[in-house]
């Protein structure tokens, strides 16, 4: 496989991606962003957490999500907990947000 081909199908995946995005977005609350993910999911809980040495980290639990990785064949996942040393950012999505803009 050439590197161009290669590029193209990396094209390819990422349209499918973001045109499966655009379609589930709706059925979601939070959108959720660590160091190496992004998700979509309707539960999440933030916790802080402390090392004995005094370093600080985030333990995120999701259910019901969906991840955007174009290497994965299942995005849709019960369960997620995630552990990391960076920043993590959550928002809730408002419904005003998810609807399709009108059609004239």
Do not use: H, I
Request: proline content about 5%; charged content about 35%.
């Amino acid at each position: 496989m050439s590197a161009e081909d290669l590029e193209k199908y990396e094209t390819e995946m990422e349209l499918q991606l973001y045109r499966e995005y655009r379609d589930v977005v709706g059925l979601f609350q939070y959108v959720v962003e660590t160091e190496r993910r992004f998700y979509l999911t309707n539960s999440v809980r933030l916790e802080p957490r402390t090392t004995e040495g005094g370093d600080v980290y985030f333990e995120v639990t999701m259910s019901d999500a969906w991840v955007w990785d174009m290497y994965r064949p299942a995005r849709f996942v019960r369960n997620v907990r995630v552990v990391t040393f960076k920043d993590v950012n959550v928002e809730e999505l408002a419904k005003s947000e998810l609807e399709p803009p009108p059609t004239t």
